[in-house]
């Protein structure tokens, strides 16, 4: 007797830890259930794939989207279907909303409010404080969250923890691998004269190079001496990527498309603020030896750091700006089109946005296509042009710094759990977005 299942999608390109061929995929109850010819099986659905390419579920480990607090700019809702029309499946999402995420009280209110509104699956970070340092052992555990994360700069109030004994405080106490935005806060207060009155091109003079690679530094050593697994968001220079190439023990890496993309100083002239980021965008030469953290494998995941701001709060002039920029949505097409100009692999792209994540945060079920794993897919065509435009940016913002980029490569279906949330452009089913499950919390059924 031939088979039944939910959903068949026949005929596409896999792309996934045993390298690419031509399979067709079953899915049942929400999960994997059949790799490869489903010729003889049925389906309540069958999608022809046939040209497409079909990679594990697009995972972002560090967007903001400033619910609650600062819904004017995004909220659970319009975030995660910018991500969903990106390919995007699942995302995590950071702990500086208002009031901030830095209790069990606040964590399980953002879990509520994405349960089924958010449009992809989800996980919240939880801000790492000298005041609640004594409960994060219990908070990094609780249903929802990914994991501590901790300001050593760029940030106000409890939220920031520039000195030693704090982040040794922290890491003393912590058990899962917690994240980190490095950047030096007494070097960032003693540079601050340095700033231009209107020309962001002083940005990255400001928060210079030193000021990211001392912060890393500093975090690496006091990581060897605790014992702890840290995580270092968002490396924007040459000289932090080749000291953490010698320290991988304890640190794994993240980078961003917008430092492997965009380059000072002719963003800055061309975008003004809205190149304006922390860490900033820098030179050619940080580029490239990002890019060398790429090829040689010391970066680990790359996350969007989609942080929106609008419009009118971006034309205020620098340094009155605030500094983010959207990027959930334009990870995979921006990623895509480096695949396609050869400066990456697509089995290196999957490494970086699904295995990647999986492996360093331990989520459970999710990170490749495999039987019995949550059926998360990202369908990209390869060989398709599009051009990149504020227009078709779903998130409240309503820009991007990518306006008017051709690209080649371009999402096409999100499926989450086995339910397509995306086809061909189109939102095709309301949100079902659930919380991810992490290895080292599910005795906790988290």
């Not at 929106?308 to 971006?314: G, I, N, V």
């Not at 695949?339 to 490749?368: N, Q, W, Y």
Request: charged share 25%.
């Amino acid at each position: 007797m031939a088979e039944t299942y939910d959903l068949i999608l026949k005929g596409g390109t896999l792309v996934n830890h045993d390298g690419e061929g031509v399979r067709d995929l079953g899915v049942k109850g929400g999960r994997f259930a059949a790799i490869g010819d489903l010729g003889k099986a049925s389906a309540s659905e069958t999608i022809d794939c046939r040209g497409l390419h079909l990679l594990p579920g697009v995972i972002d480990t560090q967007v903001h989207f400033r619910e609650p607090g600062l819904t004017h700019k995004e909220d659970l809702e319009s975030g995660s279907l910018s991500a969903v029309m990106g390919g995007v499946t699942a995302v995590f999402e950071m702990p500086n909303t208002d009031p901030l995420t830095i209790s069990a009280e606040t964590l399980a209110d953002k879990v509520r409010r994405g349960h089924h509104r958010m449009h992809c699956d989800f996980a919240f970070f939880v801000g790492g404080t000298r005041e609640n340092v004594k409960d994060l052992t219990e908070l990094e555990r609780l249903p929802g969250c990914a994991g501590v994360k901790v300001f050593m700069g760029s940030s106000t109030g409890s939220l920031l923890v520039a000195d030693d004994k704090g982040l040794r405080d922290i890491l003393k106490v912590i058990r899962r691998r917690a994240s980190f935005h490095a950047e030096d806060e007494p070097r960032l207060t003693e540079r601050k004269n340095l700033r231009v009155e209107g020309d962001p091109r002083s940005h990255p003079i400001w928060r210079d190079e030193q000021a990211a690679l001392i912060a890393t530094e500093r975090l690496v050593r006091i990581a060897h001496e605790t014992g702890a697994r840290v995580h270092v968001l968002h490396i924007s220079t040459r000289q932090e990527m080749e000291f953490l190439a010698g320290h991988k023990d304890v640190a794994s890496v993240e980078t961003t498309p917008h430092h492997l993309t965009l380059e000072a100083p002719g963003c800055y002239e061309r975008l003004g603020t809205r190149a304006q980021m922390n860490p900033p965008v820098r030179d050619a030469a940080h580029k490239a030896g990002i890019w060398h953290g790429i090829g040689n494998g010391v970066v680990d995941v790359l996350g969007s750091d989609h942080a929106p701001h609008m419009r009118e709060e971006k034309a205020k002039p620098y340094p009155a700006s605030p500094s983010g920029m959207t990027g959930v949505q334009t990870l995979v097409p921006v990623m895509l089109d480096h695949v396609h100009a050869g400066r990456l692999s697509l089995l290196r792209l999957v490494d970086l946005t699904s295995a990647g994540p999986a492996r360093l945060f331990g989520i459970a079920g999710k990170g490749r296509i495999a039987v019995g794993y949550d059926a998360d897919l990202t369908v990209v065509d390869l060989k398709r042009r599009e051009t990149i435009t504020d227009r078709w940016v779903a998130s409240r913002a309503g820009w991007t710094p990518y306006d008017g980029m051709k690209v080649t490569g371009w999402p096409v279906g999100t499926f989450i759990r086995g339910h397509k949330a995306m086809w061909q452009g189109e939102l095709v089913a309301p949100a079902q977005g659930e919380r991810v499950r992490f290895l080292e919390t599910l005795a906790n059924g988290t």
